[in-house]
């Protein structure tokens, strides 16, 4: 039997640059799947690099395992995503549960927070959600 290797076959490291651009990301997913014919999906670094290639990967019915991207499976319910993501169980309110802890312990209490996000699409949805989850907290958008 020989030595390395994964379930008995080699291993071989396919790889693509996306440049931290999420419009490249369909495309490189495309030719991962349909050209170089990989079997498992480990990669995308971040939510604005994983949502537009878990669509792709679950029209192939592949195992997707992401890098810190929050919660991107919350719509999609994919059975074969997973995410390493230091978050914990509770992963759509863990980067913002500290901010309203805090707040809520200081004297005079505020009553305005201000949650800024970068401009991406999916971070900016994300905190629109978590503001509108949370039933002592208005929400004023003002993008």
């Known amino acids: 039997?020989?030595?390395g290797g994964l379930l008995g076959r080699p291993v071989k490291l396919v790889y693509y640059d996306d440049q931290s651009n999420p419009s490249t990301v369909p495309g490189i997913y495309t030719k991962?799947?349909?050209v170089d014919k990989v079997d498992l999906v480990v990669g995308g670094y971040a939510t604005n690099m994983v949502a537009p290639a878990?669509?792709?990967v679950m029209q192939k019915g592949k195992t997707f395992v992401s890098l810190f991207a929050l919660d991107v499976?919350?719509?999609f319910k994919?059975?074969?995503y997973f995410s390493v993501l230091p978050t914990g169980p509770q992963t759509k309110p863990s980067f913002t549960e500290g901010v309203?802890?805090?707040a809520q312990q200081q004297n005079p209490k505020p009553s305005t927070v201000a949650l800024v996000v970068e401009d991406a699409e999916f971070?900016?949805?994300r905190l629109r959600r978590r503001a509108r989850e949370r039933k002592d907290v208005q929400c004023e958008d003002r993008l």
């Open 1 to 3: 039997m020989p030595k």
């Open 123 to 125: 971070s900016q949805q």
């Open 78 to 80: 994919y059975p074969k």
């Open 73 to 75: 499976n919350h719509e």
């Open 100 to 102: 309203f802890q805090i």
């Open 32 to 34: 991962l799947l349909d």
């Open 54 to 56: 878990l669509p792709v």
